[in-house]
Nanobody
Framework: QVQLVESGGGLVQPGGSLRLSCVASGFGISNYAMSWYRQAPGKERELVATSTSAGISTSYADSVKGRFTISRDNIKNTVSLQMNSLKPEDTAVYYC????????????WGQGTQVTVSS
């Protein structure tokens, strides 16, 4: 029932932009902290950006600060990641993550979407 589906990945040139979307079903995201993670081949999954359940506070990894923007639409039950000035180092599978605000031990994951930035 609970499902997160990412979309928007693809191949882009360095300096280009992509907008990833994550649509939640089976639950409402309004009381969930929503995050984007990414994992490159041979590397551990890393946290890229987080939006708290309030939808006001956001945080970013230093590597994407100033280039990526996370946003949420509680009505559409969607969280997005706007990625600008993309670099080859941004190449990874990007995953959507949801955590209940009051039950942080429960985590839901999407299937991931591939982002490839050509060098």
């Amino acid at each position: 029932q609970v499902q997160l589906v990412e979309s928007g990945g693809g191949l882009v040139q360095p300096g280009g932009s992509l907008r990833l979307s994550c649509v939640a079903s089976g639950f409402g995201i309004s009381n969930y902290a929503m995050s984007w993670y990414r994992q490159a081949p041979g590397k551990e999954r890393e946290l890229v950006a987080t939006s708290t359940s309030a939808g006001i506070s956001t945080s970013y990894a230093d590597s994407v600060k100033g280039r990526f923007t996370i946003s949420r639409d509680n009505i559409k039950n969607t969280v997005s990641l706007q990625m600008n000035s993309l670099k080859p180092e941004d190449t990874a599978v990007y995953y959507c993550n949801a955590v209940p605000a009051w039950i942080p031990t429960i985590k839901y994951w999407g299937q991931g979407t591939q982002v490839t930035v050509s060098s």
